[in-house]
């Protein structure tokens, strides 16, 4: 049978497949075995009470859902006191994620949360809901640099920084997430995306743009994981859309050590142990003896990589 299990830097993953920020709390324990999962991610956390966006805050497209929640959150003295206990039942790594809107504050939220509980730092410096006109830190280079460098020095856990698809250059913003000490990627957040409704003329959601979140997604998540993977040596967490085990294949084969799942468990919330149930069949009906040996697989060596040679070349 095949060995599921995978490393993110020194962290240890009995398989990789692991829930998405903001879709996931230890409350699925109702539904699946949370001692199945790779790790388990919280949603992010505030270092105060955060009310959220206005109402509403989810609109569906032909493509999708729009989101918004606007990062609602009990605070982080919330969060150490009455949720990481309920994570800490569970044997799978437990990722704790934060957010803040200055280098200072999040720096001081890396080392409030590292505490014995929380086994990873997940810094979500690209939610593009966060503020309304869609900023955060992940959309440039040097604001990347300066946030993982202040989080890098203020905690001894791992570092995850999850990256924003909105950004222009995502390879220049991973190698200065690297430069600056982070132990992993995690490609990527929500396309800041606008629905407006025919009946009213308004946006649809209270903060007028959300994230958009779908399937169709992952192929563009996808050629991202591959560009990274190809110049920073840290590992990636591939994450946009996955809904399937052949989608866990296919990230690991461009470059991804493990995936997150978010919209798919909405859709079925069972379904990262079907996945991983798929996985582990997958592999051993083709002889896969360790799914590790899948990251960065693809067989593409004979293949011009670079898209303006490619597109000259046709
Ligand atoms: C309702 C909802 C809430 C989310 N909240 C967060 C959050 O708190 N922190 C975060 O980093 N990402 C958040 N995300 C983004 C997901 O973690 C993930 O990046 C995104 O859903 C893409 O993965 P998917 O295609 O598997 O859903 C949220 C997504 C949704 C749909």
């Known amino acids: ?4 299990s ?5 962290v240890e993953l009995a398989n990789p497949l692991m829930p998405a920020s903001g879709t996931f709390s230890y409350e699925f324990a109702d539904i699946i075995d949370l001692n199945r999962l790779g790790a388990m991610v919280a949603k992010t956390v505030s270092r105060d009470f955060r009310a959220g966006n206005p109402t509403p805050r989810m609109a569906e497209t032909e493509a999708g859902i729009i989101q918004s929640p606007g990062l609602p959150s009990n605070g982080i003295q919330y969060f150490l006191d009455e949720m990481l ?4 039942r569970y044997t799978p790594p437990m990722v704790a994620s934060i957010s803040a809107e200055t280098t200072d504050d999040f720096a001081e939220m890396a080392r409030d949360i590292s505490v014995p509980g929380v086994d990873v730092i ?21 604001h990347t640099r300066n946030v993982v460098s202040a989080i890098h020095a203020a905690t001894n856990k791992p570092v995850w920084a999850k990256l924003s698809p909105n950004a222009g250059d995502i390879v220049g913003i991973a190698l200065a997430a690297e430069e600056a000490g982070a132990d992993a990627l995690v490609i990527a957040n929500t396309f800041l995306a606008l629905k407006i409704r025919t009946d009213n003329f308004r946006p649809a959601l209270g ?30 967490i591939g994450l946009g859309g996955v ?13 991804a050590s493990a995936v997150g799942v978010g919209y798919a468990a909405f859709r079925n919330p069972t379904a ?17 003896e360790h799914i590790c040996d899948l990251t960065g697989a693809v067989r ?15």
């Open 1 to 4: 049978m095949v060995d599921l």
């Open 6 to 10: 995978v490393k993110i830097g020194e």
């Open 85 to 88: 206990p309920e994570y800490k």
């Open 122 to 142: 997940e810094v979500n410096i690209s939610c593009p809901t966060r503020d309304p006109r869609g900023g955060n830190f992940a959309l440039q280079a040097n």
């Open 207 to 236: 903060n007028k743009f959300g994230g958009l979140v779908s399937p169709a997604l992952k192929p563009i998540i996808m050629r991202m994981v591959y560009q990274v993977a190809r110049e920073v040596s840290i590992p990636i």
């Open 243 to 255: 809904c399937k085990a052949e989608d866990v294949v296919e990230y690991m084969l461009a470059g």
């Open 272 to 288: 990262l142990p079907a996945i991983i149930d798929d996985l582990e069949r997958w592999c051993d009906e083709r002889g896969i």
């Open 300 to 314: 593409d060596d004979d293949m011009e990589t670079d898209t303006y040679v490619a597109a000259s070349s046709i």
